[in-house]
């Protein structure tokens, strides 16, 4: 019966945003106004694979299920494997995305602590990389040209390198 619930939920939610009617709240699809109003819940707070679980819960008599997605309990941020990859960095979980974790344990593994510290002290997050914080790329640039990495961006030490022209 779930099933042809969720077949004809899914249907339904596909013919009615395919609809050109406007929707009554602006931004929003048609068709998730349409499910959000059959699960009795506000439009626009819910996705509509959450509207479809709402609204299959309730017609099922899941009040556990249904209140999993009615309170957002569904939308957990934590990633899975993000707990075993901090404990391998021997971090705290929460702090850091899978991707700089994975960065830490191969920085650590390869004895690379200017990158292990680049990453531990979040300037890996800094946006465009200011002039201070220089990375190993930018020091490896700066040493071909003989300058001070801290000095200068990575655009401009981009441009002070020697073309061959």
């Known amino acids: 019966m779930f099933r042809n619930l969720t077949a004809s939920a899914l249907i339904l939610a596909a013919l009615t945003g395919a609809a050109t009617a406007a ?3 602006p931004g929003l699809n048609a068709g998730d106004v349409q499910l959000a109003l059959s699960a009795g819940v ?3 707070k819910f996705s509509r694979a959450e509207l ?10 899941e009040t556990t299920r249904l209140n999993f997605f009615l309170s957002g309990a569904n939308r957990t941020t934590e990633v899975p494997g993000n707990a075993q990859l901090a404990a391998a960095a021997g971090v705290t979980d929460g702090n850091y995305s899978a991707n700089e ?5 191969i920085a650590q593994e390869e004895g690379d602590t200017t990158e292990a510290r680049f990453i531990l002290s979040g300037d890996n997050r800094r946006e465009g990389n200011p002039a201070e914080v220089v990375t190993p ?3 490896q640039l700066a040493a071909a040209i003989g300058v001070d990495p ?3 961006t990575l655009a401009e030490l981009i441009a002070l390198q020697p073309h061959d022209d």
């Open 150 to 152: 801290a000095q200068y």
């Open 52 to 61: 479809i679980n709402i609204i299959a819960a309730r017609e099922n008599g």
């Open 23 to 25: 929707s009554p709240q």
């Open 137 to 139: 790329g930018e020091a």
């Open 101 to 105: 974790l994975q960065r830490l344990i």
């Open 42 to 44: 506000e439009p626009g």
